[in-house]
């Protein structure tokens, strides 16, 4: 049994888009026969916050804690996070012997998996989800070009040049490092996917929640999410009074919280269309699947950034698992998941007159949603289903650990 250890940020309990993914990579690689079966265990620095026991078992995975927290002056509060990630690993590695660190970004969790490969003498893949100067960017929390900015970007190309591998959820990402210098060959890819077993039958319309939130009989374009700034969504409460212009039934369901939820609100009071603009605050993740039943379009309108055309997000492709038509702005990151008129649509980013227009497009082709729905839902079964995704890193993994774990996989597989 090859042991594998995941060197995370944060975990589950925790629920984010970060988790949610490893959560699905732990889950797939546990159950797949890839390196004739896989141990896996999760570790997560001082940044996780959420209290619990030093070892906890959340959804059948196993994560581990780094004790206290960060502290310190900007800067040198950093190499203390990567110090005590990198002691915790390496004292976990004394009881729980694991052959590969599997670690994932932001660059601290990268360099302190680094310092522990190097000290336990196993190989260090590092898989980058975003650049996290980029996304500081996106949040409003930092500035393009600042000290902060370049620093955090000298972390990330120090973590690539220490790995021994590196992974990227994307192509936008992957080329980004080769036009910085690094060899094409020493990155893979990793998109983001889908635990298919997880979506079913899409739920029935729930109509007594539709009328607590006052939604009608629709149309209703939906965004379940994070209230971040990159995602637009003051452009797509902007879009809404030209949409109910040309359907007067619409309504738009926000679901979620964040950094904007104060100011979206307002710009939807302030809109001639306020009483068809619908916040629901955030919902437990076990409930989510009733809110999408409601909605007959889910809308995701970013603007346009280095974040958004470098990063491909997870909730469209679990929005076409659950057979949910998707619009979206017509960014990098959208481009790789959206094939345009097939599988969703896109429109131009930064744009609430293009937003509705191609919102109100998609409704008036009602005829064509089953087609659209089932070619999605195809595209998600081919492309992005985590049970297959995840034979992608037993190349990666085979080229690092060699002999060593060719020599315990039986014959047969």
């Known amino acids: ?21 490893t959560r699905a990579i732990m889950r797939a690689q546990a159950a797949s026969g890839m390196l004739g079966g896989l141990e896996v265990r999760g570790i997560t620095g001082q940044r996780h ?42 004292a976990l590695a004394a009881d729980w012997r694991p052959d590969l660190l599997h670690a994932h970004s932001p660059a601290l969790c990268g360099l302190a998996a680094i310092r522990a490969g190097r000290r336990l003498g196993i190989p260090v893949v590092y898989e980058i989800r975003a650049f996290w100067e980029d ?91 994070s209230f971040y700034d990159y995602e637009g969504l003051d452009d797509l409460i902007a879009a809404m009074p030209l949409l109910v212009e040309r359907h007067a039934g619409a309504h738009l369901l926000l679901v ?31 409930e989510v699947e009733r809110y999408y039943a409601l909605t007959d379009v889910m809308a995701y309108p970013r603007k346009q950034s280095r974040l958004t055309d470098l990063v491909t997000p997870l909730k469209p492709l679990e929005a076409n698992a659950q057979m949910q038509l998707v619009a979206a702005s017509d960014v990098g990151g959208h481009r790789e998941l959206i094939r ?7 429109f131009a980013p930064d744009d609430p007159a293009g937003c509705a227009m191609a919102l109100a497009d998609l409704i008036d082709r009602r005829a064509d949603w089953p087609a659209i729905r089932q070619a999605a839902r195809a595209h998600v079964e081919t492309n992005h289903d985590w049970a297959t995704l995840i034979q992608r890193y037993q190349v990666v993994y085979l080229g690092l650990l060699g002999p060593t774990v060719d020599s315990r996989i039986p014959a047969a597989a």
């Not at 049994?1 to 993914?21: E, N, Q």
């Not at 310190?72 to 002691?87: C, F, K, Q, Y």
């Open 1 to 21: 049994m090859t042991r594998i250890l995941h060197v995370l940020d944060h975990s589950l309990p925790m629920h984010s888009g970060y988790t949610f993914r």
């Open 49 to 90: 916050v959420a209290e619990g026991p030093d070892v906890e078992e959340v959804d059948g995975l196993t994560f581990h804690r780094t004790p206290g927290k960060p502290h310190g002056p900007a800067g040198l509060r950093e190499w203390r996070e990567i110090d005590a990630l990198a002691d915790a690993v390496v």
């Open 135 to 225: 996304a500081a960017v996106g949040n409003l929390t930092g500035r393009a070009g600042s000290l902060k900015y370049r620093l955090t970007r000298e972390l990330e190309n120090m973590a690539v040049r220490g790995a021994d591998a590196v992974m990227t959820i994307c192509q936008g990402l992957k080329d980004d490092l080769v036009a910085r210098g690094f060899p094409a060959a020493k990155i893979g890819i990793m998109p983001n996917g889908v635990d298919l077993t997880t979506f079913g039958e899409p739920a029935p319309r729930d109509s007594a929640l539709a009328a607590e939130l006052g939604v009608g009989d629709g149309p209703v374009v939906g965004f379940i999410g």
């Open 256 to 286: 979620g919280g964040g950094p904007m939820d104060e100011s979206l609100r307002k710009a939807a009071a302030a809109s001639r269309v306020a009483d068809r603009i619908h916040f629901t605050g955030r919902v437990p993740h076990s």
């Open 340 to 346: 345009h008129g097939e599988t969703g649509v896109l």
